[in-house]
């Protein structure tokens, strides 16, 4: 039996206002004035100067606004790169991602993709990067996709939605301070906020399952169950408490897998381009028959939060469609064995997908 050696993160800050301490944290990091720092800002904070005005910019580093309107894509990251390599003489120092789940991967991508050759496409599935990238830094502004711990960053390329999982990909540095994360709309702060909640289901209920990631998966899910059914917790406290929750859930896939939910959730996402955490919830609403007290649980925090879902979103898609999401979903094999087990494919057939997807 062989195990898996696996990299984590290798440092983190944790604390509100420690976002202030970004520039001593990068400044040794800095490779001489023509390498400078990139910085990836979600485009929601275009303007926001108590937060911009504390990014450390110096020689040529550049901040360079993200749209999250679509999830990463293969092709977009090629295009960062290329602009990287025509507008600056050196490799950059560092790459520094302040954002959501997808500011995160794509600072993650952008950082490999820099010292590897050829296409993103290329890289996406297991264990195919090379060489080590350039430094990066993530800071996270939205809690729940374990994106600033996994080893992996999700990409939607010409074929699939599919992550480049790698050593090289977790971040070198993460910066976990919960006022980021203040002026968060509460639909949003709910559908990712649910993306752990689901890891922690997914990842419990897996056959992967081992100490390692149950003892993870616990703390994340008592620590979502705290955040989104107690009234107790205080605004400062919630926020907090939901930044290691989505950090602990993150740490407990790694070391095991997700399940049906995001299996079929990465189907909705390549064909009608639903995004990650609502397309989760989207699908987890109707998965009493694999997790029945994780939904249970889940429906009555959507009860207690007013949270509507969209409904009938599959009905009117014809039979290519319905079979282009049935295979993105299948090809996830490693999600499906780890929630139904090793003979799997006896019990998930296009046709109970079909069947599935048609309730979405
Ligand atoms: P997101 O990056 O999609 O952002 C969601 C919305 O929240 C955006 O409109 C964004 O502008 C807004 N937002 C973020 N921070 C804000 C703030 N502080 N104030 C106000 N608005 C804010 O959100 P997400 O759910 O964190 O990420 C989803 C992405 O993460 C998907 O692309 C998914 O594939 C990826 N993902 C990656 C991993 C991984 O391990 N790499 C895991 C899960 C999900
Ligand atoms: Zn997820």
Redesign the pocket.
Known sequence: MSFKNFPMVSRVIFGRGSFNQLDEIIAPKRNGREAPFIFYV????KGKSWLTSRIPLAYKDKIVYVS??E??KTSQIDELVESLILEFSERPSGIIGI???????IA?AVSIMLTNEGETKDYQGWDLVKNPAIYHVGI????????E???????TGPER?L?INSDF?PFDQVILDPE??????KS?WF??GM?CFV?CIESLNGSFLNAFSQSYGEKAFEICKEVFLDDKLSEKESQEKLMMASWHG?MS?AYSQVGVAHAMSYGL?FLLGV???IGNCIVFDHLEEFYPDGVALFKQMKTKHNIELPQGICKDLDDEELDIMINVALSLEPLWENAIGKNWKDKITPKKLKQLYLKM
């Open positions: 979600d485009d929601v904070f999250t309107e999830e990463p954002g959501g789940g997808i500011v995160m991967d993650k996270p502004t939205i809690s729940g996709t374990g994106a711990v996994s080893r992996t960053t999700i990409l939605k992550g990909t980021l994360t203040k002026d968060v709309p949003q559908y990712t993306d890891h993150g896939i996402g995004k990650h955490g």
